[in-house]
Nanobody, 115 residues
């Protein structure tokens, strides 16, 4: 069974940092492109970043320079380092992948940026 479990969210002040983690199991993590998406209150899902199996990173234009995606294939874990956080980054953050022809997503981790 494919499982994606996010962690690392929380309450942070504007300008602060958080690192999110996503533990993956049930599939050959190293061979899959992994994604982060987010959903702000009252809004739809927004793509944040992706990292390919070879490590190529892509980002939403509005987030470039502040967020960094990475992966550790030895630990089957995906990361998202978020710096210079803004109130508008408040959202539930999900990791996801297309596995076995299906879109998979974890339960999400809440990030709240507020003073």
């Amino acid at each position: 069974e494919v499982q994606l479990v996010e962690s690392g969210g929380g309450l942070v002040q504007p300008g602060g940092s958080l690192r999110l983690s996503c533990a993956a199991s049930g599939f050959a993590f190293r061979y899959y492109t992994m994604n982060w998406v987010r959903q702000a209150p009252g809004k739809g899902l927004e793509w944040v970043s992706s990292i390919s199996s070879s490590g190529t990173q892509t980002y939403a234009d509005s987030l470039k320079g502040r967020f960094t995606i990475s992966r550790d294939n030895t630990k089957n874990t995906l990361y998202l380092q978020m710096n210079s956080l803004k109130p508008e980054d408040t959202a539930v953050y999900y990791c996801g992948a297309e596995v076995f022809g299906k879109s998979k997503r974890g339960q999400g981790t809440q990030v709240t940026v507020s003073s």
